[in-house]
């Protein structure tokens, strides 16, 4: 069974985000470099899908050195042996709702202006919580990533429908240091996105890691959703944001059995 499934809205938003460059880029392929892959958060469709994916992003990235890290939740009814790809994992304490509503006193300005979507709190805090814990996690262990290494951010449920290998090679090897390469929705996600990403670990760590809940309670005021942080933490560190939709088709996957059995959901 396969199926796709889109997800459509009534108001539409074609608008490209004045710091979203959509052009190519081309440069001589050269192999050598070491990605770091970061996926956080809790693990869903299921651990097949997890593994599927790991061994989906070796193969993808066959010509780099890989390192996959993973920061999940502890307390998931999961058998953590079958986990398998990964370099290193991370267990972390959930935040629980009553820490998160007592703690986390500000709400985004969709939240405020729907008034309907309150519940969206706990996941977005939850979100930015398992970045902060995974940086925290390499800083405590002293696992050796520098500044300008390649980080890649990727939810543990993203399906890549299409890559393009050629031109993934070409700009992975043309890195600029002070770019974020993402791939943004203009209809559900207003010109932004955190499914995917990538960008040096200095830029990364500009754009999603919030130190403490007070810093976090004043930034999220100001932005119109989770997904918004990207653009605010750009504009405000002076980072340029390049559109990958012409490399890269991504889905998520709702269900998984096999490789031939799974349901993935599009958010244009």
């Not at 932004?192 to 990538?198: A, R």
């Not at 990364?204 to 976090?216: M, Q």
Request: hydrophobic fraction near 40%; aromatic fraction near 18%.
């Amino acid at each position: 069974m396969f199926s796709i499934s889109k997800f459509k809205l009534s108001k539409k938003n074609t608008q490209y985000h004045p710091f979203v460059y959509t052009k190519n880029m081309t440069t001589i392929i050269n192999n050598s470099k070491t990605l770091h892959f970061f996926i956080t958060g809790i693990i869903r469709p299921n651990i097949l899908y997890l593994n599927f994916l790991s061994s989906k992003i070796k193969y993808l990235f066959s010509s780099f050195n890989i390192k996959l890290y993973l920061l999940t939740w502890d307390n998931q009814n999961i058998n953590k042996e079958t986990i398998i790809g990964f370099d290193y994992i991370f267990f972390e304490p959930e935040p629980t709702n009553e820490y998160i509503y007592t703690n986390i006193t500000n709400r985004t300005i969709q939240q405020i202006r729907q008034g309907n979507i309150e519940n969206w709190t706990i996941n977005i805090y939850k979100l930015f919580y398992a970045f902060r814990k995974i940086i925290d996690n390499i800083t405590l262990l002293n696992i050796n990533i520098y500044d300008d290494d390649i980080i890649f951010r990727i939810r543990p449920d993203l399906y890549f429908l299409e890559y393009n290998i050629q031109e993934m090679n070409i700009i992975l090897n043309s890195f600029s240091k002070n770019i974020y390469y993402f791939c943004p929705r203009y209809e559900t996600a207003l010109s932004s996105c955190d499914w995917f990403g990538i960008s040096s670990f200095s830029i990364f760590k500009k754009i999603y890691y919030i130190e403490n809940d007070k810093l976090y309670n004043q930034l999220i005021k100001n932005v119109w959703n989770a997904e918004d942080i990207i653009l605010f933490n750009s504009k405000k560190n002076n980072i340029k944001c390049f559109s990958l939709n012409n490399v890269i088709k991504l889905r998520l996957c709702r269900k998984f059995v096999s490789e031939n059995d799974y349901i993935i959901d599009e958010y244009k």
